[in-house]
């Protein structure tokens, strides 16, 4: 075998294994000379049985004659405590000659500990969680995205566990989860105000009994079918996803390379790129709010799905977009995220009526990443009302050429709103909101000094303040409006006063004229 390869030992390596004793049959022998050969990565192995290259970690080498004989597995234990922290896990089992599964199946029967989280970073409820399902008798693991951040050194919003019970064993472990949910069945586990998310392990593949059904588009339409722990791994969208930790020894278990695309900052698919987009086009929203969110580079295998895909968004159900849409807007990197999407047919997909380089859209997305770094409040509805604002004024346009103003800007609210609904599901809280900011406008712009106080004290004025401001600074001819509000709110009560004074051109302002009432002529008593 090594002949065919052009591959030699040198006199030490043959001399190292004529004297070496190895406690199994010839094919553990072979095995471990395989094994030298994958370490090499050479011609040849130097200057002795299982030692490579001085560049590439050592591995360790044979006892001298008579002493203490190690075994296959003291041999694989060592080199995995000796170079796990230097080699990713993808390249310690290319080291090895073994797959990720095999690697971590190796590890979990020798007991060899992983890499490591603290405990202390983890929430309480969730580790209760973990603690109370393995208690009775299930396995329980923190998976996904706490564990990413964690990793990443970020403090994670949310804190989902993975389980080997059933929905409806969790909710017999915990009286007060709460089952959701029909296309994936999850429990809610509460504490106080603090809900703890546990699902059941998935598998990929369903069989023709389970619980499963897909769309002729491959979208999945309900997905209850149970599996392992490493199938519930495959099952998963992104390999950074899906990483689990076990609390109780402080270890990561990952079986698809997720810790390697960590370390080199990458967001890959599990499994084949385009059938995990076609099973849930959301996949592909989520890729663009992790890559703005994490800085990661996307793999090339998404970017070349994207202008193929993206129409497939159209299939999902107005609310879960909006649900979606909503994630990207308030993750503090929306401006990131749209620089990346408006190019694409996603931002078609979402929002055709948007110009793709629309300046208002890139400053409102900045000045929404400033407040939520601020700690400042922000609703996704301005954000909303920001994209679909050109598709409004050209509505208002066209019906006010034969209607009045109020009665065009209502029906160029009404019919923006309608359409934008059939993709994604505003709820009627921000519609409404909408519909006030876009109200405001003319007023704001019309400087009127009877109306000043009333707006300042309108609910929606600030909001529509701020979307003046942005069009303004977008080129729109607002500015002297948008800088004529911002003095007023500065100034004292005698500024203010001064300001509308000048809105009067310096006279008094007219009293309103009240209407003359008519006097009836009282009639003459006849006689």
Partial sequence: KLGKQNLHFSEPARHAMLDYRWPGNVRELENAIERAVILCDGDSILPELLAIDAGQPRAPEPPPPGAEQTSLEDYFVSFVLAHQDSLTETELAEKLGISRKSLWER??????????????????????????LEDAGFQAYLVGGCVRDLLLGAHPKDFDVATSATPEQVKRVFRRARLIGRRFRIAHVRYGRHIIEVSTFRK????????????DSGLILRDNVWGTLDEDAFRRDFTINALYYDPQNEEIIDFVGGLDDLEH??????????????????????AVRFRAKLGFSLDPDIEAAVPELAEHLREIPPARLFDEVCKIFVSGRSEAAWDYLAPTRVRWALFPCCPPDDPLVKLAMRNTDRRIAEDKPVTPGFLFAVVMWRDFQARFAAHGEHRKPAEARAAAAAETLAEQQQIIAIPRRFSQFIRDVWGLQHRLEALRPRTVVGLMEHERFRAAYDFLVLRGEAGEPVADAADWWTRYQDADHDGRDAMLDELHGGAEPEKKKGRRR?????KKPEG
């Fill in 265 to 286: 900052r990458r967001l890959r698919f599990i499994g084949d790129t385009e059938t995990r987009l076609r099973e849930d086009p959301v996949r592909l929203l989520r």
């Fill in 107 to 132: 590890r979990q029967r020798l007991n060899i500990p992983r890499k490591r989280l603290v405990r202390n970073h983890v929430d309480p409820d969730a580790i209760d969680v973990v603690e109370r």
């Fill in 518 to 522: 008519k006097r009836r002529r009282r």
């Fill in 204 to 215: 990929a593949q369903a069989e023709e009994e389970d619980e499963r059904r897909l769309a």
